[in-house]
């Protein structure tokens, strides 16, 4: 299963909402959809699982939906730590893969 | 909490065996319900999935890489290994070792938490 990702690159402000598409080339169940972030130098961090399950300590702007093969990952309000990179993945088939990556960064 | 980290060398030449050992520190990796992974991530690009191993030895790997790639585990280290044939100057990257909890209501690999922290491995002569 192939992940598109959209945009590229998402430049927004402190505070404005971002919005983050994944597309998968075929149906996978909304079970097997998570999103990460990954900093500069850093391990990618778990944010989101199941679609729309936040992983422990997420704060609450982060929100994912989707199901079938579009998925969306939003940020409600950027704080400075949020301008990162955002990777969704899939786990409804193997191999296990992963989107190419939005880059959020500040405006 | 559940700690990751990556150990081997940071540079094998061409034609070579890239091996490296993720140990694991916080729970067993003979624990059921879990998958041990590897994941890479060349210079500036995309993660890549190489495969994971069971806490039973069972594996399973990306057919990009199936043919070079073992992926095995070690119990009475709590340690997992990658070991990956022949490589290239595209095998460049940080390696990545990560845990996946096991897919709601099915088998197989979920989502990736916790991840070790990475190790870049360049190569070249």
């Known amino acids: 299963i192939v992940l598109t990702q959209s945009p590229g690159t998402l430049s927004l402000s402190p505070g404005e909402r971002a919005t983050l598409s994944c597309r998968a080339t075929q149906s996978i169940s909304s079970s097997y959809l998570a999103w990460y972030q990954q900093k500069p130098g850093q391990a990618p961090s778990l944010l989101i699982y199941g679609a729309s399950t936040r992983a422990t300590g997420i704060p609450d702007r982060f929100s994912g939906r989707g199901s079938g093969t579009d998925f969306t990952l939003t940020i409600s309000r950027l704080e400075p730590e949020d301008f990162a990179v955002y990777y969704c993945q899939q786990s409804g088939s193997l191999p296990l893969t992963f989107g190419g990556g939005t880059k959020v960064e500040i405006k | 909490q559940v700690q990751l980290l990556e150990s081997g060398p940071g540079l094998v030449k061409p034609s070579e065996t890239l091996s490296l050992t993720c140990s694991v520190s916080?729970?067993?990796?003979?624990?059921?319900?879990?998958?041990w992974n590897w994941i890479r991530q060349p210079p500036g690009r995309g993660l890549e999935w190489i495969g994971y191993?069971?806490?039973?030895?069972?594996?399973n790997y990306n057919p990009s890489l199936k043919s070079r790639v073992t992926i095995s585990i070690d119990t009475s280290k709590s340690q997992f290994s990658l070991s990956l044939s022949s490589v290239i100057a595209a095998d460049t990257a940080v390696y990545y070792c990560?845990?996946?909890?096991?897919?709601?209501?099915?088998?197989?690999?979920?989502?990736?938490?916790?991840w070790g922290q990475g190790t870049l491995v360049t190569v070249s002569s």
């Open positions: 191993v069971s806490h039973t030895g069972s594996t």
């Open positions: 990560a845990r996946a909890s096991r897919r709601w209501g099915a088998s197989g690999p979920g989502w990736f938490d916790p």
């Open positions: 916080g729970d067993s990796v003979s624990s059921g319900g879990f998958f």
